[in-house]
């Protein structure tokens, strides 16, 4: 079936709120032409309601790079739900692997993440994948299993419309390494086929699934050709409005 695609710039710990707004300003023109794919920024939490001035009237959709599981509370230095919604985010990214990889986040915390911003009408980018490590030891059909049954434990199948899984290797994050088309089409598809098997055909069919990894703008049309790619997660390219804007662009 066609999904519509979704082009996903993460832009981790890098804009001020005027360097946010430029940035803004430049990917909103970027994609005004495009009626058939999504498009959505991850600025820093202290850079989103500038980013949220700067994409007003658009159809570019806002995203926090992490959420807390509670709408309140003793939580210091976490983001909630609510708050992401008063700072005009409508999606949030969970299970990164740098939140994995250096903050030590778990299966647990990330599926807490995971159901606590359902609960608030959130999007929910639910990153997974393997390291380096991990792939070479014929690993990873089984970590990306665990990662999956784990993160989405309880997250009922009505609930899974609002869900958008992306895959990124770890070892081919900001590294400069990519999967080769084929690697990152034999793991989408085996995602694809484990969320039949823990829901249902129709919700794995309607299911994006995203590829983080180096995504730049010369490797982005070979992989979009693939049955089951359905846009990228993009780091490092989404920092540059011309890149970004051609990766938006891909044919």
């Not at 832009?11 to 994609?31: F, S």
């Not at 419309?161 to 590294?175: K, M, N």
Request: charged share 20%; aromatic share 6%; with cysteine.
């Amino acid at each position: 079936m066609s999904r519509r695609s979704l082009i996903a710039g993460n832009w981790k710990m890098h804009t001020t709120a005027g360097e946010a707004k430029l940035l803004a300003n430049q990917v909103a023109a970027a994609c005004a032409e495009f009626s058939d794919r999504d498009v959505l920024l991850a600025p820093p939490f202290t850079a989103l309601r500038s980013a949220a001035d700067a994409l007003a009237g658009s159809a570019v959709i806002l995203a926090g790079q992490n959420v807390c599981w509670e709408p309140q509370g003793a939580f210091t230095g976490e983001i909630s739900p609510p708050m992401l919604r008063d700072a005009g985010a409508a999606a949030a990214i969970v299970g990164h692997s740098e939140r994995r990889q250096i903050f030590m986040e778990s299966d647990e915390m990330i599926n807490r993440r995971m159901i606590g911003g359902l609960k608030h009408d959130l999007m929910m980018i639910f990153c997974i994948g393997e390291t380096l490590e991990q792939r070479e030891g014929g690993e990873t059909f089984s970590i990306l299993e665990q990662q999956i049954r784990q993160g989405l434990s309880e997250v009922p199948a009505l609930e899974m419309g609002r869900v958008v899984i992306a895959y990124e290797p770890v070892w081919a994050i900001g590294t400069g390494k990519t999967a080769t088309t084929s690697q990152a089409q034999e793991a989408h598809a085996f995602i694809r086929g484990l969320i039949e098997g823990l829901y249902e055909k129709e919700v794995a069919a309607h299911l994006r699934i995203l590829y983080g990894g180096s995504v730049k703008s010369t490797n982005v049309d070979e992989l979009m050709t693939q049955p089951d790619i359905d846009g990228a997660l993009v780091g490092g390219a989404a920092l540059d409005a011309a890149s970004f804007g051609r990766i938006i662009q891909y044919q």
